[in-house]
Nanobody, 115 residues
Framework: QVDLVESGGGLVQPGGSLRLSCAVS????????MAWYRQAPGKQRELVAAITSGGSTNYVDSAKGRFTISRDNARNTVSLQMTSLKPEDTAVYYCNFRGASRDYWGQGTQVTVSS
Protein backbone atom coordinates (compact mmCIF):
# COMPACT_ATOMS: atom_id res chain seq x y z
CA GLN A 1 0.00 0.00 0.00
CA VAL A 2 1.25 3.46 -0.94
CA ASP A 3 -0.22 6.66 0.46
CA LEU A 4 0.53 10.14 -0.82
CA VAL A 5 -0.33 13.39 0.94
CA GLU A 6 0.13 16.71 -0.85
CA SER A 7 0.47 20.10 0.78
CA GLY A 8 1.39 23.65 -0.15
CA GLY A 9 -1.35 24.76 -2.50
CA GLY A 10 -3.20 28.02 -2.19
CA LEU A 11 -4.02 31.37 -3.75
CA VAL A 12 -1.17 33.40 -5.22
CA GLN A 13 -0.97 36.47 -7.42
CA PRO A 14 0.42 36.27 -10.96
CA GLY A 15 4.19 36.29 -10.85
CA GLY A 16 4.24 34.74 -7.40
CA SER A 17 5.66 31.45 -6.18
CA LEU A 18 4.44 28.35 -4.41
CA ARG A 19 6.10 25.16 -3.25
CA LEU A 20 4.12 21.92 -3.30
CA SER A 21 5.22 18.94 -1.26
CA CYS A 22 4.17 15.31 -1.31
CA ALA A 23 4.88 12.89 1.52
CA VAL A 24 4.89 9.26 0.45
CA SER A 25 4.44 6.28 2.74
CA UNK A 26 5.17 2.86 1.39
CA UNK A 27 8.05 0.79 0.09
CA UNK A 28 10.47 1.42 -2.73
CA UNK A 29 10.06 5.21 -2.90
CA UNK A 30 13.70 5.76 -3.78
CA UNK A 31 13.58 3.33 -6.71
CA UNK A 32 10.48 4.69 -8.41
CA UNK A 33 9.71 7.63 -10.65
CA MET A 34 7.65 10.38 -9.03
CA ALA A 35 5.63 12.99 -10.84
CA TRP A 36 3.29 15.95 -10.50
CA TYR A 37 0.18 16.22 -12.64
CA ARG A 38 -2.47 18.91 -12.79
CA GLN A 39 -6.04 19.16 -13.90
CA ALA A 40 -7.78 22.42 -14.68
CA PRO A 41 -11.56 22.68 -14.85
CA GLY A 42 -12.88 21.18 -18.07
CA LYS A 43 -9.47 19.88 -19.10
CA GLN A 44 -7.70 16.56 -19.03
CA ARG A 45 -5.12 15.78 -16.40
CA GLU A 46 -1.65 16.57 -17.71
CA LEU A 47 1.87 15.71 -16.64
CA VAL A 48 3.67 18.76 -15.26
CA ALA A 49 7.00 17.30 -14.16
CA ALA A 50 8.62 13.96 -13.37
CA ILE A 51 11.78 12.82 -11.65
CA THR A 52 13.33 9.38 -11.91
CA SER A 53 15.03 7.45 -9.14
CA GLY A 54 18.34 8.70 -10.53
CA GLY A 55 17.26 12.32 -10.47
CA SER A 56 16.60 12.86 -14.16
CA THR A 57 13.77 15.30 -14.73
CA ASN A 58 11.37 16.27 -17.47
CA TYR A 59 8.80 19.03 -17.69
CA VAL A 60 5.83 20.04 -19.78
CA ASP A 61 6.91 22.84 -22.08
CA SER A 62 4.81 25.43 -20.24
CA ALA A 63 6.64 24.67 -16.98
CA LYS A 64 10.21 24.71 -18.27
CA GLY A 65 12.28 27.44 -16.69
CA ARG A 66 9.62 28.17 -14.07
CA PHE A 67 9.04 24.93 -12.16
CA THR A 68 11.55 22.65 -10.47
CA ILE A 69 10.82 19.12 -9.27
CA SER A 70 13.01 17.57 -6.61
CA ARG A 71 13.01 14.58 -4.30
CA ASP A 72 14.39 13.70 -0.90
CA ASN A 73 14.80 9.95 -0.70
CA ALA A 74 15.75 10.08 2.97
CA ARG A 75 12.41 11.70 3.82
CA ASN A 76 10.27 10.05 1.12
CA THR A 77 9.15 13.39 -0.22
CA VAL A 78 8.88 15.00 -3.63
CA SER A 79 8.44 18.72 -4.15
CA LEU A 80 7.48 21.09 -6.93
CA GLN A 81 8.83 24.62 -6.70
CA MET A 82 6.75 26.90 -8.89
CA THR A 83 7.81 30.44 -9.77
CA SER A 84 6.51 33.14 -12.13
CA LEU A 85 3.06 31.65 -11.77
CA LYS A 86 0.44 32.50 -14.37
CA PRO A 87 -3.36 32.33 -14.26
CA GLU A 88 -3.19 29.38 -16.64
CA ASP A 89 -1.32 27.42 -13.96
CA THR A 90 -4.54 27.34 -11.95
CA ALA A 91 -5.48 23.70 -11.38
CA VAL A 92 -5.64 20.89 -8.88
CA TYR A 93 -2.14 19.45 -8.61
CA TYR A 94 -1.68 15.74 -7.95
CA CYS A 95 1.33 13.81 -6.75
CA ASN A 96 1.92 10.53 -8.58
CA PHE A 97 3.91 7.42 -7.64
CA ARG A 98 4.65 5.06 -10.50
CA GLY A 99 4.50 1.61 -9.00
CA ALA A 100 5.51 -1.61 -10.68
CA SER A 101 1.96 -2.55 -11.61
CA ARG A 102 -0.10 0.58 -11.05
CA ASP A 103 0.03 4.28 -10.35
CA TYR A 104 -0.82 5.79 -7.00
CA TRP A 105 -2.27 9.27 -6.54
CA GLY A 106 -2.61 11.82 -3.80
CA GLN A 107 -5.86 13.62 -3.04
CA GLY A 108 -4.76 16.76 -4.88
CA THR A 109 -4.05 20.31 -3.79
CA GLN A 110 -5.64 23.40 -5.32
CA VAL A 111 -3.42 26.07 -6.83
CA THR A 112 -5.15 29.29 -7.83
CA VAL A 113 -3.28 32.09 -9.57
CA SER A 114 -5.33 35.25 -9.56
CA SER A 115 -5.09 38.92 -8.75
Amino acid sequence: QVDLVESGGGLVQPGGSLRLSCAVSGPLFSSRTMAWYRQAPGKQRELVAAITSGGSTNYVDSAKGRFTISRDNARNTVSLQMTSLKPEDTAVYYCNFRGASRDYWGQGTQVTVSS
